[in-house]
């Protein structure tokens, strides 16, 4: 078979392969991709080599196809992994109000347009500009991440104290909230500092070390809200369009982009920190933009991150996804970055088209099933993988995960609060405090 | 401006600093941090601070039961009135109106100076993404007005828009028995957006981490200063030596778009050249600031600009928004 052929075929398979792993809630695409490595090492062990045509295509569109896809599961079945927490607050609104089938779309609209800005933006551009970049902040990555995580604890606006006498009373009512995200953040730091330097995961599963923690601190408290709340979702209006126009979608790509490319380039810096960037920094009030760009974002994020390993010139290694391949596969040419563009073209595009058909059939399962059950569902399922995947151990931080997950969802601050499980720790060990703060722990 | 905008400034007012730039290469991350959380500073001091205690003559708190455009109206003028008669300033705070746990009700807060009546509109109940809940707007319009009976000189926008989390503020200063001038959020703006408090906060951190740091975190102050006063608000910039807010330039309001990204584009513009300038690594590439600004701000804002004016042939003109006090700050509210 011809590699051009081999190519598009891979493509496509991850495609469709990863429309099925993205309707499952609570299973993230990197989580497959560390299992799959496994299987293709024991194949080439057997005598079966698989080649990177096949292998890096797949892999490419099995990300894109995810990142496009999972946006389903997020909204109707409201189970979002973390760079989807700001595209699930508005786009349930909309599937409160009857127009998650055009929420979601929307969220597609954004990601087709992440795909084309990655295409003939991105491609084009970054291996001429991003080595210079790379160049230039390469000394620099630590202040600026303590820079990011300065940002994100100030930035959380307080939602109480709206009422009564000015004083004390109002103070602390407004600060309920603020004060529940400082401590969230700083228990998820905690965590995170003991899932670094004691991790109880089974060395052999090491690579899905913060899979149980990300489940407990994003998923688990969305699904057992949904349970508690007994929420009943609305007949779904499914249209021949959408709302938007050129404008619309081009606002979403530069504040989409600008966050994604952010969260892609500097490690740690995941999607959510991207999102809430980017919509600071264009100051977007249109419900509309906000959502699309979190779909531009979200692709931007894990493509363009898995990207930057082909980027000629560059030899940057960010995103799960390109530290699970980095062992398989090592770029050299042009050819591969053109290779890795074409998959994600291919799957960026497969993805919209069945992104329609996995809608509607989700929505069909919502309206024939009580929301309870599916949120039980979603909830046994994201248990049964991560109990398959890192055993006891897993469930145990899993649920250490879940109770400092559920302080934002109780005391209505904000989720992205929770990343200082790895924003913390990353930023000590860059700056070099680490070890003396895991000492002063007891880690070490 | 929005924080963001503020917080990148201040970074970018630090990265001019050679020591900042050598400390924050060996490791070090501090007058980075300072700078961005000094340019943050004077509105968390206002905003998570002291507007929850600072104190209102009239607190105009509408049942959520039986909301009443008309009452509320009344109660401005009434407050209008007693600024004059009495010669001195009135504070009146106006509540939002919770109808549900994510539903508010959408009002407006007019003056119109023609004809010299406050006039209070309601709208649909919003969500807290203020987004209008369909079917919520009302049928016919429910609107009140009052008289205002004295010549309102107002120094900030006319409309002002009341819905989620916390209302606004007015103060309305009686100057003369006709005349009232209205200030909008009077607890905003006022010493924490001065030079002097800057100068002061600065020179505390100067105890604890050096001159250094000290002239680090008075940029990064000074920064935000400059940046709000391009608006229309102003700032109270020499405290407690001038007692008022100076007008704004009024160049741009805080909650726009453009002047917003342009300034945190900028800023992050001047990060990388100050970087760029001081990393012996980079002394490959031949580029000055003159390069950065042209390929890295003017061409791809130029090149969107273009994008997007062929992309507003296809909406609807909007009107101009009103007034609200989340433009001062800016949280998305989500996440």
Redo the contacts between chains.
């Keep these: 078979m011809s590699a051009a052929l081999t190519v598009l075929l891979a493509s496509l398979i991850g495609a469709a392969g990863s429309s099925v792993l993205a309707c499952l809630p609570g299973l993230h695409v990197y989580n497959l991709m560390g299992l799959l490595v496994v299987f293709i090492h024991w194949l080439a062990a057997a005598g079966h080599p698989l080649p990177p045509e096949a292998t890096i295509p797949f892999m490419a569109a099995m990300i894109v196809g995810w990142s496009i896809l999972n946006t389903i599961p997020s909204i109707i079945l409201g189970a979002p992994d973390e760079s989807a927490i700001f595209t699930v607050l508005p786009g349930q609104k909309y599937l409160m109000f009857g127009r998650g089938f055009e929420g979601t779309m929307m969220t597609g609209i954004g990601s087709l347009a992440g795909v084309f800005l990655l295409i003939f933006g991105v491609g084009p551009l970054a291996p001429r500009i991003l080595p210079i970049v790379q160049t230039v902040l390469r000394p620099y990555m630590g202040w600026i991440l303590w820079v990011i995580i300065t940002f994100i604890l100030m930035s959380e606006w307080p939602k109480g104290g709206n009422v009564g006498p000015a004083g004390w009373r109002k103070f602390l009512d407004a600060w309920k909230s603020l004060g529940a995200g400082l401590a969230t953040f700083f228990l998820a730091a905690l965590l995170g500092f003991i899932l670094l330097y004691r991790p109880p995961i089974a060395s052999e599963m090491a690579f899905q070390n913060i899979m149980p923690a990300f489940v407990g601190l994003f998923a688990i408290p969305w699904c057992l809200l949904n349970l508690i709340s007994g929420a009943q979702v609305p007949p779904q209006h499914v249209g021949d369009s959408v709302d938007v126009d050129p404008e619309t979608i081009l606002r979403s790509v530069a504040a989409g982009g600008l966050g994604g490319g952010f969260a892609a380039f500097f490690p740690v810096v995941t999607g959510g920190v991207g999102g809430l960037l980017a919509g600071h920094a264009t100051a977007q009030r249109d419900e509309r933009v906000f959502i699309m760009s979190q779909g531009v974002s979200k692709v931007i994020y894990y493509t363009g991150a898995f990207m930057l390993m082909f980027v000629p010139g560059l030899g940057l290694t960010r995103g799960g996804g390109a530290w699970i391949v980095r062992g398989l596969f090592t770029p050299r040419t042009w050819g591969d970055y053109y290779m890795v563009m074409a998959a994600i073209a291919l799957a960026g595009a497969v993805s919209f088209l069945l992104m329609g058909f996995l809608t509607r059939g989700t929505i069909r399962l919502v309206a024939r099933v009580n929301y309870r059950y599916v949120s039980a569902a979603a909830l046994a399922i994201i248990i049964l993988l991560v109990f398959a995947v890192t055993r006891w151990s897993g469930l145990a931080v899993m649920l250490v995960g879940t109770g400092i997950g559920l302080i934002p969802v109780l005391f209505a601050s904000r989720r992205l609060n929770c990343l200082g499980i790895l924003l913390f720790p990353i930023a000590c060990n860059m700056t070099g405090i680490g070890p003396d703060i895991a000492r002063f722990l007891g880690l070490i | 401006m929005?924080?963001?905008?503020h917080?990148?400034s201040g970074?970018a007012a630090a990265s001019f600093f050679p020591w900042a730039?050598a400390a924050?290469?060996d490791?070090?991350?501090v007058h980075?941090?300072l700078g961005?959380?000094m340019g943050?500073l004077p509105d968390?001091l206002d905003?998570?601070?002291y507007r929850?205690?600072?104190?209102?003559d009239v607190?105009i708190?509408p049942d959520p039961n039986d909301p009443n455009p008309q009452r509320i109206a009344e109660q401005i003028a009434d407050a209008v009135r007693t600024a004059a008669r009495e010669h001195r300033t009135v504070r009146v705070k106006l509540?939002?109106i919770?109808l549900g746990a994510?539903y508010w009700q959408q009002y407006e807060v007019r003056f119109d100076p023609e004809a010299n009546r406050v006039r209070v509109r309601f709208g649909p109940a919003v969500?807290t993404?203020?987004?209008p809940?369909?079917g919520s707007a009302p049928k016919e319009a429910r609107e009140g007005s009052a008289a205002l009976d004295v010549s309102l000189v107002q120094t900030y926008d006319a409309t002002t828009r009341v819905d989620i989390?916390?209302?606004p503020t007015f103060a309305f200063e009686g100057q003369t028995p006709q005349r009232v001038v209205l200030h909008f959020l009077p607890w905003h703006r006022e010493w924490t957006h001065s030079f002097t408090f800057g100068a002061l906060l600065a020179a505390l951190g100067g105890l604890i981490w050096g001159w250094r740091a000290s002239v680090v975190m008075l940029c990064g102050y000074a920064a935000h200063l400059i940046e709000d006063q391009l608006g229309f608000m102003g700032s109270n910039l020499f405290f407690p030596i001038t007692r008022k807010r100076l007008s704004g330039l009024h160049w741009m309001r805080s909650?726009?778009?453009l002047p917003?990204?342009l300034a945190?584009?900028l800023s992050c513009l001047l990060i990388?050249w100050n970087?760029?300038r001081r990393?012996p690594?980079?002394a490959?590439?031949d580029?000055g600031l003159a390069h950065i600004l042209f390929y890295g701000g003017l061409i791809p804002v130029g090149v969107?600009g273009l994008?997007?004016h062929?992309?507003?042939r296809?909406?609807p003109t909007e009107a101009e928004?009103p007034l609200e006090m989340a433009d001062e700050?800016?949280?998305?509210?989500?996440?």
């Design positions: 929005k924080g963001i905008a917080f990148a970074v730039v924050a290469r490791g070090n991350p980075f941090i961005g959380l943050l968390t905003f998570k601070f929850f205690f600072y104190k209102h607190y708190e509540s939002t919770r994510d969500n993404g203020q987004v809940v369909p989390f916390d209302g909650g726009d778009s917003n990204f945190v584009w990388f970087l760029a990393t690594e980079a490959i590439y580029f969107f994008l997007m062929w992309a507003k296809w909406r928004a700050w800016g949280d998305n509210q989500v996440g």
